[in-house]
């Protein structure tokens, strides 16, 4: 047994490649990379032709972390079969998402989180995320911002409804997530990449319980951000700039009201003398004029009726038996009446 192995392996070592084949694994719809660029990288790595090259001159570790080195390339499998043929299968790294930077830039991301360039062959159809930040190197943060929009990204490409709905997401300075749909004129507000799958299906339940009747414009802003909740807003700004203009207009109110509590003018300034209408023909034209700067609520509401010209002293009633002061005549005198004290007028 021993001798027959050391035979198979002596004869497999002293043949030559009689064929290849190559397989390509991965995105059906992405195809970055074909046969014909594997079978060009395999001819650099070889120096020459595959085909009538000794099978141990072949280094098949060696040319698949060649293959595997390949932007496109994710895993590359190389072996031999007994008929001397090389079989090479390699899996191509599938696109999720396209990223753009706060600078302009943009790049793919694959399932795994990493980065790969664009290609000149074809513009992959996945879901675009805006606003990200222009770094050379990622720090921890920009690390777990782009895992967070990976996993966003592998949930709207796992949903064909997600896939045609959101037309873009874009990342705020804050690092929160707001969606653009392709229908409906409104932003759905989505907070960190943390709990998307949850924040996903309430917006799904929105849709269809809500939306599907009133209207995909009926509202401008949908927040799902916060965990059992779907905040819906008929206007659309900055969440925190309406609440200290709300907060703004509520003191305004308050200090109105207050005012308009209190605001009750308390004293009249002395005002000339205002003639009013006699009540009849046959009564004189009375005049009143207040003279005194007095609390309103000691002003009677009706002076016509309440109050009169104010009287002369020398015709005010009798006080302590004594007769009033006697006026100077201008007419002839004639004889004086009775005097009667208990009378208001002589």
Request: hydrophobic share 35%; net charge positive.
């Amino acid at each position: 047994m021993l001798t027959l192995l050391l035979a198979a392996i002596s004869k497999k070592n002293k043949g030559t490649c009689r064929d290849y084949t190559i397989t390509i694994k991965g995105a059906k719809n992405n195809l970055f990379i074909d046969e014909k660029d594997v079978e060009q990288l395999l001819m650099k790595a070889t120096n020459g032709n595959i085909k009538g090259e000794l099978v141990s001159s072949f280094r098949l570790h060696e040319l698949s972390n060649m293959l595997e080195n390949n932007t496109w390339i994710d895993e590359a499998e190389l072996y031999f079969d007994n008929q001397d043929v090389l079989h090479v299968t390699v899996t191509e790294k599938e696109p999720v998402a396209r990223v753009f930077t706060t600078a302009g830039q943009s790049f793919y991301i694959d399932s795994a989180g990493r980065n790969m360039p664009l290609s000149d062959k074809l513009s992959a159809r996945v879901p675009v995320f805006t606003g990200f930040p222009d770094k050379k190197k990622f720090n921890q943060a920009d690390s777990m911002l782009l895992l967070n929009v990976k996993e966003a990204a592998n949930l709207i490409m796992k949903e064909p409804f997600w896939m045609s709905q959101v037309a873009q997401i874009d990342i705020t300075p804050e690092r929160n997530f707001e969606m653009i749909p392709v229908i409906g004129n409104h932003v759905v507000k989505l907070g960190d990449g943390t709990g998307m799958k949850a924040k996903l299906r309430r917006l799904m339940i929105f849709y269809q319980q809500v939306m599907s009747k009133t209207g995909f414009d009926a509202y401008k802003v949908i927040d799902v951000q916060y965990k059992g909740q779907v905040v819906a807003s008929r206007y659309a700004g900055d969440a925190k700039i309406d609440s200290v203009q709300l907060r703004k207009n509520v003191e305004k109110l308050l200090r109105q009201s207050q005012e308009a509590m209190s605001d009750t003018v308390s004293t009249f300034k002395p005002q000339p003398t205002i003639k009013l209408e006699a009540d009849s023909e046959t009564e004189p034209d009375p005049a009143f004029q207040d003279k005194n700067a007095v609390n309103v609520e000691q002003v009677n509401p009706n002076p016509l009726k309440s109050s009169s010209p104010a009287k002369d002293k020398s015709n005010s009633p009798v006080k302590n038996n004594k007769p009033p002061a006697k006026p100077k005549a201008v007419m002839p005198k004639k004889p004086a009446p009775a005097e009667d004290n208990n009378s208001e007028y002589n």
